[in-house]
T-cell receptor, first 113, second 109 residues
């Protein structure tokens, strides 16, 4: 089955710790994206990558980092510099360009206390 | 600035009561308008892509339409299982999608 997997589904961390969220896709898509979703707000773009070994900052990149070493994988690290890390994080992938729909993973809910 | 506004924020319907959700947008060079369904605690599920004004797409009880300034998601004779948040997004000149905040639909039996 083709799709996007995110792990873990729930993640709990203490304040001051870095944490890495996993995202893997087997859709053979070139582009991958990370979004953050908070209650009452639309999806906000954190980082995106259009090709392996290249990525761009989205609208809210501060406190986050990514890597794209393989086409299938796009992990997101939430660093201790992120002031409000508790949120629902969504990974997506698509064929290149704003003309094509993005397909989403099931999400990871991160809680930092 | 590219922008997407969805209305209403929330909508409560009785089973079988048809209605429409609105998505108004401003974007430089529309490449695609996308509708998604999102259930609580899950990732958005892709429903439709519309590319040009006048285009329509249907899936079961849902029909999406597009004009130059807005899109409508029409829900005909909804059932309780149609309850979800419906998200609209537009793709413009960049490779990014701009999402609205969604419409929370509740269909009561």
């Amino acid at each position: 089955d083709g799709g996007i997997t995110q792990s873990p589904k729930y993640l709990f961390r203490k304040e001051g710790q870095n944490v890495t969220l996993s995202c893997e896709q087997n859709l053979n898509h070139d582009a991958m994206y990370w979004y953050r979703q908070d209650p009452g707000q639309g999806l906000r773009l954190i980082y995106y990558s259009q090709i392996v070994n290249d990525f761009q900052k989205g609208d809210i990149a501060e406190g986050y980092s990514v890597s794209r070493e393989k086409k299938e994988s796009f992990p997101l690290t939430v660093t201790s510099a992120q002031k409000n890390p508790t949120a629902f994080y969504l990974c997506a992938s698509s064929t290149q360009g704003g003309r094509y729909e993005q397909y989403f993973g099931p999400g990871t809910r991160l809680t930092v206390t | 600035e590219d922008q997407v506004t969805q209305s209403p924020e929330a909508l409560r319907l009785q089973e079988g009561e048809s209605s429409s959700l609105n998505c108004s947008y401003t974007v430089s060079g529309l490449r695609g308008l996308f509708w998604y369904r999102q259930d609580p605690g899950k990732g958005p599920e892709f429903l439709f892509t519309l590319y040009s004004a006048g285009e329509e797409k249907e899936k079961e009880r849902l029909k999406a339409t597009l004009t130059k300034k807005e899109s409508f998601l029409h829900i005909t004779a909804p059932k309780p299982e149609d309850s979800a948040t419906y998200l609209c997004a537009v793709g413009g000149a960049t490779n990014k999608l701009i999402f609205g905040t969604g419409t929370l639909l509740a269909v009561q039996p």
